[in-house]
């Protein structure tokens, strides 16, 4: 069939997610206005998150422009060595800029939409469960559409265009790195931004002054709805993009080293026939009869899950790609159903860990921390044993192609765990829209209560937001466990790339020093990367809480809901501290990876890689469901258990919650992108550090 | 000079530990008896630990009978295979129950003598600090010397008594796992006793009633104390035995494999000098004339470290050793140094991280635990970076040694870092002194209060329990570095038993899936293992709480101070409860190590260590720092700063403890025995495994 018909069936599907994502904006605006109030604050909002978003961009065009310098200077080769060609390093260049363009359009898009569906959520809850949440997932489903047909846009033409095979990799990594520079940043700054918001608000407002969630007295009410769409929406959606791309990055980089035209289709195909599979579950996605939403999210994925499983295996059979490797594919897909599943049951309050939560609270603060941690530590064991079996069964499923050559054997092996990266990728589309499902109707209901529609109408839309909160833990965990599979994928293709500069090695064994040495520094990256974020929104918080503390002394009868408080000023101290804490952070984890390739070559390259999948999944998992588990102990308290709000153990709860606000949306999900980006970073840079390290001076 | 000389000489060195241990022993029971009141409290506390030590050395006994059984069977070979000789089997089973012995043999000594001193040094504290800290520094010597004497003793009696060059290789790693059972169980046992009893009576006494630490008047306060000789003294105790042993098996088992005698003889050479050097610094301690017990602490740590440079020096020298092993141990030696400034920076008042933690204090409870968190995660870096580098350079150093070939060189190159990990544990005697040094001083701080000897003697005893408190911080990053360069070690040690076994392995390929399975399921065990502990206590500590509410509800008088609490039954809770626990948690990493082992086989099983030692050294160190942090950081405050005793700031620093407790007492340093039981056993399956496993029956 050739590429060129796989690049353009590609292109058609992105073609037909955009239109679907057009058709719902469409079907979102057409709904009925909201209360002049509640759109004065949903434009509150909405200018909130556009100049955090205008003000982060800026900052990050900078990055991006030094950092495009480097990659025109460097890569593919150092345009001065021989046999460079400077057209080359140009289209590398352009590649890297398209990465970071296409993650921020899709990002705006998102935003955009979410902070109008939020609007419209709130006002479709008078009529009924059914339209609010169908007006909160297409809103989600815009961003989730435009998101994976971007990436899927944007992967087509790079092969459609670029037919040298060694340019196509080099270009292919430098569009994900590009889209992984700015996932970095994006994640890690909405995640400072959204969660000093939260705790400041939270403090002051719940703890000191007994105020409702998003009462709109609260001086930085605005600034945490404004989080939630500059955190979960740009954010999160920026992630995924990136996980996404690089997985399908390491799967074509390997399949061109393996010289195998017939799997860099399969690649395009499957990712391809995932975002169908996705388009078509977002499409007919309805609430059904029961009016449970997280049922509703959850058949949705399920569907699109099988849907995407029948396609792939008719196109293996109809295409003629290698059944092994639709093997591998699926094995990754339901690792992805069993790391949810895991996620689903540390953090679900009609489970155990979490109403153990609960129940310690009653014996003060330190037995909440102490119970949440036991359970994040716990649960990152079952995930751990489902990537570690389904990475070895992908292996061997894909091994015996390399007929009885060990090399090669081992090259398809790798290839198979490249594919169930992709296979656990695929319904990524259903679940960005999932993912951004949760902050629109989260800012529903506080459009909802603060727009004053009234009590029944708030309780639909906290049922919506309820859903909302466990389907982003599951989708928290989904993301961690699929960069971990594609950052373990680009461990591999990262072998390729080092074979390729002409270093043989067949892998990285710990027995090796170097590699141990990089495994060592690599193990202590995404722990300093998560410290220095969580200082942020520390810092943040405590910023804001003296800003808070000031509004309620300074603005007569704001207590008394007479005042107005200056929402702005919350809004700003969120947005200049995200903006002034994300760069070191990013930074240290791109730097430090230069360091250790200048000291150790590629073999410490290896191991820091290593060490960063190894610390970075256990400590991601562990935060994030911890985290998880907290905020929904404290929700079950306030349903009414172990004494109800107010008691000594919603109190405990309410502290524990704090601490896992940073744990679960900012430190825990950004480690995903701050490995993928080493990981990029690594593939990168493998030639020049195969040319030349400190180690290679001395050793050998 | 032949294995039997240094094996005389080791011996000889043991002896002279072992009267040094006699004449502290008969020199703390000429001092000064206390008054009648503080020796019915020294001898609660006594019968308290002895009652813990006895009734957990019966349930070991269970265990090691049940062990024991299993290692006759199987060791050195299954005695049914062909070749093998059950004499063997015999000799390998009493060197497993010599392990477990000479350990529980130190174990008691310790707390026999710890429990005497304690009243001494605190009667003591009426003729000044120098006498008092004399009491308390000798009291914990007989322990350092008993500990190292006893490790010392049996090593050279199985390099003595046994020889056949295959047979010793087993012995002393049965010998080691002996150790470390016994180390795995009563680290966890009195880690899980000593936190239970110390945050149940913080709970009540100091939160909800607002009494001073040690008041007598709390039922908890005897189970306290007995709590920090169970813990810290025969706890610790054990667990240094056991790397202290494990070191020298590791060592011990690869230069076997050499085949080279005379580095046989070095590892034995090197361990006696260090206990050498550690029985002279121990033997001539003084507090000198500026009066400072920390400063003394380390001074002589730092005399003794220089003692043993210049003896191993002079030693290589005239024996003959190449002077690349005595580099090795020297920059082992040096880590230890680094390990222990940076984790005195973490977790020392002067410095900022404490008193950061101490500043977010005053936003509540909430920050004390973030900041708290993030300095612990902050401090893993440096530790990290110490443990690659010097593994990185005792490898290069020892390369040489192969002589071009690469096999050879390897084999050398991991010697090196075997022996680094003897030159971080040489000057172990004077470790184990420091550390016991910490319980002493902090029961006499309870004596010297309860037995009423006015506020001048407990002034003294407060700043003694101080130095204690800093200099524990520090051994136990020591011990947990320690630990982490000798499972490296053993690691290494396992690569060359799976070589006896007859599986041509040169290191663990983490491209391999075996491998990576293996270590994927490895990194959850030690967060496990952890977590297991943690809920131990928790839930431990909040039995003990209803029986601390329950006694100030019935026993009439007891807040005024006329009745007497029933001290007892909070003792039995403690007892009951660590004894509960304890086995599960032990078991669960036993018997996953056998899980992988029997699925993915030797592979499987290398990969496991890898992920247990990654895994084990990140959490080990982040839970102890961060909990040497908040214990500091509260008594920053209490020193009257940011409000004092009885602030805002202070009640949040109270719960930062809290949570601290468990993880800097009870799991943290627990994970050092547990990644080294899983170690030993590895090693000893490796030969069964590699004969039998699921995935060998499968692949080739």
Chains 1, 2 share one sequence.
Not at 557 to 574: A, F, R, V, W
Request: hydrophobic share 50%; net charge neutral; with cysteine.
């Amino acid at each position: 069939m050739g590429i060129l018909f796989f690049g353009i069936a590609g292109v058609t599907i992105s073609a037909i997610a955009f239109a679907v994502a057009a058709y719902f904006n469409h079907w979102i605006k057409r709904l009925p206005k909201g209360t002049p109030q509640m759109e004065s604050i949903g434009l509150m909002i909405k200018r909130g998150a556009r100049t955090f978003l205008k003000r982060e961009y800026k900052a990050l065009t900078w990055f991006a422009a030094i950092a495009s310098v480097f990659v025109c200077l460097f890569m593919p080769k150092p345009f001065w060595v021989d046999g460079a060609n400077i057209i080359n390093n140009l289209i590398v260049t352009i590649s890297y800029i398209a990465g970071t363009v296409f993650s921020a359009f899709a990002g705006i898009v998102g935003i955009e939409v979410a902070t109008i569906a939020n609007v419209k959520t709130a006002i479709s809850a008078k009529d009924g469960i059914s339209k609010s949440f169908m007006a909160g997932f297409r809103g989600g489903a815009v961003m989730g559409m435009t998101v994976v047909g971007s990436a899927l846009l944007g992967c087509s033409l790079l092969l459609i265009l670029i037919r040298d095979s060694a340019l196509v990799q080099s270009a292919i990594l430098c569009f994900s790195f590009g889209a992984s520079t700015l996932a970095l940043f994006a994640k890690a700054g909405g995640g400072i931004y959204t969660k000093a918001a939260d705790i400041a608000a939270d403090i002051v407002g719940k703890v000191e002054l007994g105020l409702e969630e998003d009462d709109p007295r609260n001086p930085a009410v605005i600034a945490d709805n404004v989080g939630d769409n500059v955190g979960d929406v740009a954010g999160m959606g920026a992630d995924l993009f990136d996980s996404n791309v690089a997985a399908f990055a390491a799967a074509t980089v390997m399949a061109i080293g393996l010289n195998n035209i017939k799997m860099v289709e399969m690649v395009l195909c499957y990712t391809g026939l995932g975002l169908f599979a996705s388009t078509i579950g977002v499409f007919f996605a309805r609430i059904g009869k029961n009016k449970n939403p997280s049922r509703a999210l959850n058949i949705n994925s399920y569907i699109t899950m099988a849907l995407y499983a029948i396609l792939t295996a008719l196109a293996s059979y109809f295409f003629g790609f290698d059944f092994r490797f639709f093997g591998a594919t699926f094995v990754g897909l339901l690792v992805g159903v069993v790391v949810g599943l895991a996620t689903d049951y540390f953090t679900n309050d009609a489970k155990k860990p979490v109403q153990e939560v609960a129940r310690a609270s009653q014996g003060g603060p330190a037995f909440t921390i102490l119970t949440g941690l036991t359970y994040g530590f716990k649960s990152t064991v079952p995930s751990l044993i489902g990537i570690g079996v389904s990475s070895a069964v992908a292996y061997f499923l894909c091994a015996p192609l390399g007929g009885g050559d060990p090399a090669l054997s081992a090259q398809y092996a790798v290839f198979g765990i490249a594919m169930a990266a992709i296979g656990m990728l695929s319904i990524v589309g259903m679940i960005v829209s999932n993912d951004a499902f949760g902050p629109i109707v989260d800012n529903a209901r506080g459009l909802a209560e603060m727009g004053g529609l009234g009590k029944e109408v708030v309780k639909v839309t906290d049922e919506l937001d309820s859903a909302g909160n466990t389907v982003k833990a599951i989708t928290k965990g989904f993301a961690i466990s699929a960069s971990g599979l594609t950052v373990i994928a680009l461990l591999a293709a990262f072998l390729e790339v080092a074979r390729n500069a002409g270093i043989d090695i067949s892998g990285f064994d710990v027995m090796n020093p170097l590699v141990f040495f990089g495994m060592m520094v690599g193990l202590g990256i995404p722990v300093l990367f998560s410290a220095m974020l969580i200082m942020g929104v520390d810092k943040n918080a405590q910023h804001m809480v003296h800003e808070i503390h000031r509004q309620f002394n300074e603005i007569p009868g704001l207590k008394e809901g007479k005042g107005t408080p200056e929402y702005d000023k919350c809004i700003d101290i969120s947005t200049k501290g995200a903006l002034r804490e994300l760069i070191p952070a990013g930074l240290m984890a791109i730097v430090s990876t230069l360091i250790v390739g200048f000291i150790g070559g590629v073999m410490a390259l290896g191991g820091f890689l290593v060490g960063n999948i190894v610390s970075g999944l256990l400590f991601a998992m562990f935060m994030s469901n911890s985290g998880g588990a907290w905020d929904n102990a404290k929700k079950y308290i306030e349903a009414g258990n172990f004494g109800g709000k107010g008691s000594f153990a919603h109190k405990s709860a309410v502290i524990g919650d704090m601490v896992g606000d940073p744990f679960k949306d900012t430190a825990g999900p950004s480690i995903n992108t701050q490995i993928t980006v080493v990981s990029l970073v690594a593939n990168l840079t493998a030639a020049l550090f195969a040319a030349f390290s400190l180690a290679g001076l001395f050793i050998k």
